[in-house]
């Protein structure tokens, strides 16, 4: 048997338990008020970034940045070491 995908061609947000169609604005206001929310109970610390190593050089450092700059912290994994 053959699985088909289905590729999403706008972000969902979850409404009372129920995936729903919602514009990108509204999608990247949740996502940036769940991380204010989290930053301001628990701290920068409870916060992490993951980058993949074969990512571009500009890619990590884009992610580095978010980590310093926007959550405060130094919390960045690159699986470099492997």
């Not at 699985?3 to 996502?31: F, I, N, Q, S």
Request: charged letters at 25%; glycine letters at 8%.
């Amino acid at each position: 048997m053959q699985t088909r995908y289905v590729r999403l061609t706008a972000p969902l947000v979850r409404e009372r338990g129920k995936l729903c169609r919602a514009t990108w604005d509204e999608a990247l206001e949740r996502v940036a008020g769940q991380f204010r929310k989290t930053l301001a109970q628990s701290g920068p610390d409870s916060i992490g970034i993951f980058s993949c190593s074969r990512a571009t050089n500009e890619v990590n450092f884009l992610a580095q940045k978010l980590g310093r700059v926007v959550f405060g912290n130094h919390n960045i994994d690159s699986c470099n070491r492997t």
